[in-house]
Every structure is written in C-alpha cells, then in structure tokens.
C-alpha cells in the first residue's frame, strides 16, 4: 500500500479551479516532491491531504484512511509542517515542543528531536530570538513530535540563506532516515532535485509530470534545463 495516494481530486474556489484532476502516490520510506510557480495548486493539493480542505471530488487515502472521515486518526500519523505557522513572541523552544507532544497520544522523544534537529542548545531561546533557519527547524521538530509515519513540509526553505539551505536539507534527509516519508512542496528546482526520489511538476492545477529528478531533467530541453538548475531562492 502507497503511503499516500491522491486521486482525481478536485477543488474550487467560486469559479476558479485550483485543483484540476490531480493524482499521485507516494511510496513508504520516499522524499516526493511537488514544485510549481505561484498559484499552481501546491498549498490546496496539501491542505485536502492534512484535511484541513474538503475536495469537490476525487479521493485521497493517507496510510489507508480518509483524511476527512477519519480526521482524528490521520491526526495522529501524519505531521504538518506549513507555511507561516505562527507561534507567540515568548514560548521557548523546549516549552513549544513539550507542549505539542502532549496534544499525542504516542509522541516522539522530544528531547531526541531537538538533538536530530540541532536545537538542544537553543532549548531555553525564546521563539522571537531565534534565526529564520533555526524557526524552520523548531516547525520541522514541532511537525515531527507526534511520532509520524508520513510528514508534509511546505515551502521549508524561502526565505533562508544559502547555508541555512544547505543545513535544513541534511536534515531533511536525516529525517528521511529515521523512516518518515515526507511530502516535500517547493518552489525550488535545486531543492526539488536534491532530497526527492520522486516529483511531481504542479502547474495550473494539474500534474504536467510525475519522473525521478534524472528523468525530469532529461524531459526538458537544454535551456530549460539552465532554469532548472540555477534556480535560487527569491
Ligand atoms: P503558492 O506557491 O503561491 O503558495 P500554490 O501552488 O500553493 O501557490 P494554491 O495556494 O493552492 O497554490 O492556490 C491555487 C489557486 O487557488 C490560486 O489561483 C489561488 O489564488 C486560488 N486560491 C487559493 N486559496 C483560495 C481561497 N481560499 N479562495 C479563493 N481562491 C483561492
């Protein structure tokens, strides 16, 4: 069974379509990446995945369940970590991430977290004196507290410094490791092609291609390719 799997789904806002027959599976133990422009569908196509959108139509099963009719299981397995999470001025980081376990019923070690994360020595640092890197990793960490098989990570890294980049990609993929399979949404081509086994290009509301990073790369011509690869961010 896939981990995930959306399939013809379909969302719109009045008249507009956001979504438009998108389908896609993601394979346990699998980085899946999503990449498309502004207004592609990304945020929508995640947000019905959390249950947090009800789809016009189309189905989606997380591990087996209906995020929808089962919403307080799929709760408990999958970790959301979306774009502009919010969190008061002065919360410490240890405080934030106890109080998240205890929303769970089987929570991780949040004390490993913070280590895995590289947060143990900012444990006592209020959340308004932390670097932009260090807020992604507290909402990565805060995503990853109630101990999920699957994790949705949205637009991780915009924002952030070259560095910083680079060091929430290890991460990510000692995330990986650990055994989460991770639903990975970005703007990044770069960032796309370096941690996902698989991507999904999203433009328009549909799926223009589903490929490994090698197989994408190889679809597109060689101007497009230079696009790809020296795509930064903003
Ligand atoms: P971005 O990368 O800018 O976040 P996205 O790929 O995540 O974009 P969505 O946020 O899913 O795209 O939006 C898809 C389309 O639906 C856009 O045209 C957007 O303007 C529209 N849209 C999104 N949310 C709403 C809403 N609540 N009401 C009306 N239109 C919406």
Redesign the pocket.
Known sequence: MAALEVRNLHKR??H?V?VDNISFSVEEGEIFGII?P????????VESIAGLRTPDSGSISVLGLDPVKDRAEVRERLGVQLQESSFPDAIKVAEALELYSSFYRDPADWRELMELLGLAEKHKTRYKALSGGQKQRLSIALALVGNPKVAILDELTTGLDPQARRDTWSLIERVRDTGVTILLVT?FMDEAERLSDRIAV?DG?RVAAVDTPEGLIAQVSPVQQVRFRVSQPL
């Open positions: 806002y009045g507009h956001a498309g502004n207004g592609a569908g990304k945020t929508t196509t703007h999203i509301g």
